[in-house]
């Protein structure tokens, strides 16, 4: 159980363009998910926190018209990268916490990598 | 917000040996530690986690310790083996609970 697959798996995009990478909690709910972003050899940064129905919060230093975000059901999140460019080249991971109970647990997907021409 | 700190960044031990990683945090009101394990190019694993009201926890080879007062927990990994080579992560939820902060992971090599 808690799965999350997440697709496109690997991206390439041209200078300008956006992208949407979907997120998505195949065998239970999620009120919140998570989207994360790693640079090489490097840890797991938190963007943003996606809450089902209402606006994402973001952390600092992410730009919200830069990152969209969408949570429109318990079980789907989508984040959109507008007008993306080489430096929003990256790996981009989201995670997904369970709806019933009190469990902190996050489940991950397996990831989004996104390169930008 | 929270910070956490995790040592070392690398960590080379010999098949068998055993392999220990610690993490610091600042947030005295988080109470959710998780560890996850991290294979190269792929998902964060939840390999075990740890909730405030416990020092200890252990499944199988893996422990985690927890002290509270001092703001620090580990990682203990007994009888290492090959396949326990991958990056490992600490977090903790701060106080707003709900989500995490990473430390900035450490690489293990176990060495056959």
């Known amino acids: 159980g808690a799965v999350v697959s997440q697709h496109p798996s690997r991206v390439i995009c041209k200078s300008g363009t956006s992208v949407k990478i979907e997120c998505r909690s195949l065998?239970?709910?999620?009120?919140?998910m998570f989207w994360y972003r790693q640079f090489p050899k490097q840890s797991l940064m938190l963007m943003a926190t996606s809450n089902e129905g209402s606006k994402a919060t973001y952390e600092q230093g992410v730009e919200k018209d830069k990152f969209l975000i969408n949570h429109a059901s318990l079980t789907l999140s989508t984040l959109t990268v507008t007008s993306a460019h080489p430096e929003d080249s990256s790996f981009y991971i989201c995670?997904?916490?369970?709806?019933?109970?009190?469990?902190?647990?996050?489940?991950f997907g397996p990831g989004t990598r996104l390169t930008v021409l | 917000g929270e910070n956490v700190e995790q040592h070392p960044s690398t960590l080379s031990v010999q098949e068998g040996d055993s392999a220990v990683i610690k993490c610091t945090y600042s947030d005295s009101a988080s109470n959710y530690f998780p560890w996850y394990k991290q294979e190269l190019g792929k998902r964060p694993q939840l390999i075990i986690d740890?909730?405030?009201?416990?020092g200890e926890k252990k499944d199988q080879r893996i422990a985690v310790t927890l002290n509270k007062t001092a703001k620090h927990f580990s990682l203990h990994i007994t009888e290492t083996q090959p396949e326990d080579s991958a990056v490992y992560f600490c977090?903790?939820?701060?106080?707003?609970?709900?989500?995490?902060?990473f430390g900035g992971g450490t690489r293990v090599l176990v060495k056959p």
């Open positions: 740890i909730r405030s009201n416990v």
């Open positions: 995670s997904a916490r369970q709806s019933a109970g009190v469990s902190h647990t996050q489940y």
């Open positions: 977090a903790a939820n701060g106080a707003a609970g709900n989500k995490l902060t």
């Open positions: 065998d239970f709910q999620a009120t919140t």
